[in-house]
Structures are given as C-alpha cells and as structure tokens.
C-alpha cells in the first residue's frame, strides 16, 4: 500500500468547512483512497472512499487531484462532535478477504466552539 | 443489525500471563481483523481471518494468534505477555464477497494493560 502523509493537527471553528489535506504521491493507478476517523475511545469509522472523481457522502466530500498525488477531505459544516483524529489510507480493494488497513499517526482535527 | 462486539472492555495483566480477547462481528460479515494500537499511533494490523482460515499477517511474533468460530467470531490470544503488549485491541469485520468498498466496521476495542 502507498504511503500517506498527513500534518499532525489543525484547528477549524465549529460551523466552518474542515478541509484535511494527505500526500500521496506513490500512489499507483489501482490504489483509491480511503478516509476513516476515531473519535476519542472508539474504534476507528469509515466515513469515504474514492478513485480519482470526487465523491461526496452524507458525511464529507472527497477532492482527488487530477495527478492523483494528494487529496482532501472536506466537512462541510464541522461541529463538535467532528473532533477527532483523521486517518488517510492508499490501498487496493480487495473482493477476496485481505483487507488490511495501513494506518499512519493521521490528523487530530480540533473543532473550537 | 447488530455491530461489532468485543469483549472484555479493559482488563489488566501481569507480564508472562496469556490473555484472550473476543469479537463478534457484524451480521452478514465472514472476515475478522484485528488491530493493535498503542497510545498516539494508529492501529497496526495483526492478523486477518476469513471463513475460519488465517488471512494474512502483520508484523507480529507468534505468540499473537487467533481464531475464527463458525459464527464468524473470533479470538485473539496473546501469550507470554509484554509490557509493550499494552494498547487498546481493535477488531474489525468486513464482508469481501459482493462489495467493493474494502469498508471494515470496527468495535470498540478492548483495552489491556500489561504491568
């Protein structure tokens, strides 16, 4: 799986678009690219995927660039419950079992009220 | 629909001891991951299972092992116990057949402290 490179933290006032950026520039061209995020004490949630259109959910939008070589993630409106750490993950989906997620550190997303 | 499931939530040990974990997993799903993950990293896989069989394997010694029953949950044992072996353990299941998502459903983790 590629690697991913996301900044540590950032801050984004409640009610205001959070959009997190990931590098990943050794992306091959059947690898999409996932977000989940963990909420303080559970386990990680799925919130999107995508391959290389943009793609949007009831939870955020994705933005893939052309070269396919960074990402972001977008929240519309964050609230505080929005507070979390923000994982980027490159892989392959995989039909027949193998499903290993690579995790990096992700992003700590604050949301200040 | 019932999510995923694991048991203990937290439980303490001392170093040398074995420890067992459970998960159940989500209705429909035929493949269990496990995940390690210490305080500030994110999770590292294990292990996966798929329809009982062990389905590849992270960077982990053998004393880490599991198993899969056929209601698809599963164990995770852990022998000879280390301080190091303290994290919260995530499971997480996902149903390859007849989705290309590649989407798991994590538990909440059981927390284990090695002292």
């Known amino acids: 799986d590629a690697k991913t490179t996301q900044p540590p933290s950032m801050d984004c006032a409640e009610g205001r678009a959070a959009n997190l950026p990931c590098n990943h520039s050794t992306i091959s061209g059947n690898e999409y690219v996932y977000w989940y995020r963990q909420i303080h004490s559970q386990g990680p949630q799925y919130i999107i995927h995508g391959l290389k259109n943009n793609e949007t959910n009831e939870m955020a939008s994705l933005i893939i660039t052309e070269d396919r070589k960074s990402s972001t993630l977008i929240l519309p409106h964050a609230t505080l419950r929005d507070t979390a750490v923000y994982y980027c993950?490159?892989?392959?989906?995989?039909?027949?079992?193998?499903?290993?997620?690579?995790f990096g550190t992700g992003t700590r997303l604050t949301i200040i009220p | 629909e019932t999510g995923v499931t694991q048991s203990p939530t937290h439980l303490i040990k001392t170093r040398g001891q074995q420890v067992t974990l459970r998960c159940s997993s989500q209705?429909?799903?035929?493949?269990v991951s496990w995940y390690q993950q210490a305080l500030g990293q994110g999770p590292q896989f294990i292990f996966q299972?798929?329809?009982?069989?062990?389905?590849g394997r992270g960077n982990f010694p053998p004393r880490f092992s599991g198993l899969q029953f056929p209601n698809y949950s599963s164990e995770l044992n852990v022998n000879a116990l280390e301080l190091d072996d303290s994290a919260l353990y995530l499971c997480?299941?996902?149903?390859?057949?007849?989705?290309?998502?590649?989407?798991?459903?994590f538990g909440p983790g059981t927390r284990l402290t090695v002292l």
């Open positions: 997480a299941s996902s149903s390859p057949e007849g989705t290309a998502v590649g989407e798991q459903f």
């Open positions: 209705s429909g799903h035929n493949t």
């Open positions: 993950i490159v892989r392959v989906p995989s039909n027949f079992g193998n499903e290993k997620l690579t």
């Open positions: 299972y798929y329809r009982e069989e062990e389905n």
